[in-house]
């Protein structure tokens, strides 16, 4: 029996390795190099000014609640407005920096209410995190619209974005920080990397000193100078959230081919919709190019759908649990109905690009069976 699983990287390997032969042969695998090379092709790409290369989302997400916190004097009182429907990297970065998490609703989009939010802001609240399911973009404008009028920062949580785009503009303007993820499932694969993205180029700077350590210059900047520069000085407590060359050299094969991968994604969605059009709910995304990194449905009887379709050889996946049924984050008041009915209900159909539209069949007559018993 074929099995096809729910996610599953691609990548030209030939072409890769081409990449990662060069690191090999000048002996830098590390920051620097391809990591500096990424990071310019990622800006011409999405037209944001700048980019660091980051070692995972995650750190990435971190390093700009930090740097944040400390560029606007935050303290442990300060509220960030968030999702509980999002991977949990997304509300760890807050609590990381001894922040509040404060949960707003989502709507049929799976992406934060603008309702909701607006009703959660407090004098202590100092920003909005967005979180682009899936890729979908649907209610950020209005997001960041809500920010600008509360005078809030914004941070863009993309990790499943790359690709993404509101009018033929890639997501990321008009906002304080972005951060992509490359990990390995995304849609543009390294085994694990992202970017994150600062509207302010001072922050930018003090990005990549917090995220090497806190010392003042990388050693491929210390070799690129004549001669080896030994000396450096450690301003700050940092982290070891750099990307290496290796990984960039991932990266860098599969931005070439982002937007062809995309499309192909959008084209296995819209089969998908051609075979359960009118029998089964799935989440729109609206007003956007989307990256369409997952294709979600929505079903009552989740449990048995996923025990039939695991019986056939596929294997779904769940994208999220509402974070509020976690322990650091269950607290009554924080429940947020919407939330909890989609994440008891929805499930993410294999999208990959090596699906055939024989699979995308096979998976969604085995849904209907499902539905039907």
Known sequence: MKKIQVLKPYYRVDECLDEIRECLE??????????????DAWKKYTNLPNAYYVNSATSGLHVAFKLLKDEYKWDEKSEIITTPFTFVSTNHAIVYENMKPVFADVDDSLNLDPKSVEDKITPNTKAI????????????????QIAK??????????????????????????????????????NMPTADSGMVCFANEKLDKK???????????????????????????VSDVGYKYHG?????????????????????????TEAYIECLRDKVKYIQHENCTSSRH??????????????HLQASGIYPGVHYVDNTYYEPYSADENICSK???????????????????????????????ALDA
Request: proline share 1%; aromatic share 10%; glycine share 6%.
């Open 149 to 186: 009028e509360h005078n809030l920062k914004i941070i863009l949580d993309a990790a499943h974005m790359a690709g993404s785009k509101i009018d033929g503009k890639h997501v990321g303007f008009d906002v304080d920080v972005t951060v992509f993820s490359f990990q390995s499932v995304k």
């Open 294 to 307: 997952l294709f979600q449905i929505v079903v009552e009887n989740r449990e048995d759908v996923i025990e």
């Open 339 to 369: 939330s909890r009915y989609y994440s008891d209900r929805v499930l993410s159909l294999p999208l990959h690009l090596e699906m055939t539209q024989e699979d995308i069949q096979y998976v969604s007559q085995k849904v209907l069976e």
């Open 207 to 233: 990005s990549r000193i917090v995220s090497w350590l806190g010392i003042n210059k990388d050693t491929y900047s210390r070799s690129n100078e004549g001669t080896y520069k030994w000396y450096y000085d």
């Open 244 to 268: 290496n060359s290796v990984m960039a050299s991932l990266g860098l094969v599969a931005l070439k081919y982002l937007d062809q991968d995309n499309a192909r994604r959008r084209e296995i």
């Open 26 to 39: 000048i002996g830098w695998t590390g920051m620097g190099f391809k990591t500096n090379e990424l990071e």
């Open 129 to 144: 995190i967005f979180v682009g399911i899936a890729g979908n973009a649907n209610n950020l404008l209005e997001i960041i």
